[in-house]
C-alpha cells in the first residue's frame, strides 16, 4: 500500500499564495504519474494538474498561469504552488498517483492522500 500526505493548507485572503506539499512513498516507481484534486463540499472532484516521472505537466484550465506543480524525488515530495488564489479556489486539495508509463489523460489514480483544507477569503 503506497502512502501520500499532504501538508500546508490553511486560510489565506484573495490574491496570496500557499504551497502545498505531498509526502509519497510513490517516488520510489521508476514511471509514476502524480497529480493534484481539489473538491469544494458539494461539488465534483475536480483534476488540477498531473506531473509525469519524466518531468512532464500538464494543467486544467482553471489554474493554468496561477498554479505550478512541482516534485523532489530525492525527497519523496511532490509540490503545488498557488499564486493568486480567489474565493473560488476554496476546496479540500488532494495528491494522487498511479504507476503508469505516461499521464496523458487518465484521472484514474489509484493512491489518494486524505487532503489538505485551502480556505481563500475575499
Known amino acids: 500500500q503506497e502512502t501520500l500526505a499532504e501538508s500546508g493548507g490553511g486560510s489565506v485572503q484573495s490574491g496570496g499564495s500557499l504551497r502545498l506539499s505531498c509526502v509519497s512513498s510513490?517516488?520510489?516507481?521508476?514511471?509514476?504519474?502524480m497529480a493534484w484534486y481539489r473538491q469544494a463540499p458539494g461539488q465534483k472532484r475536480e483534476w488540477l494538474t498531473s506531473?509525469?516521472?519524466?518531468?512532464?505537466?500538464t494543467y486544467a484550465d482553471s489554474v493554468k498561469g496561477r498554479f505550478t506543480t512541482s516534485q523532489d524525488a530525492g525527497k519523496g515530495t511532490l509540490y503545488l504552488q498557488m499564486d493568486r488564489l480567489e474565493p473560488e479556489d476554496t476546496a479540500m486539495y488532494y495528491c494522487?498517483?498511479?504507476?503508469?508509463?505516461?499521464?496523458?489523460?487518465?484521472?484514474?489514480?489509484?493512491?489518494w492522500g486524505r487532503g489538505t483544507q485551502v480556505t481563500v477569503s475575499s
Open positions: 494522487a498517483g498511479g504507476i503508469w508509463d505516461a499521464c496523458g489523460s487518465r484521472r484514474d489514480h489509484g493512491y
Open positions: 510513490m517516488f520510489k516507481y521508476s514511471r509514476y504519474c
Open positions: 506531473i509525469h516521472s519524466t518531468g512532464t505537466t
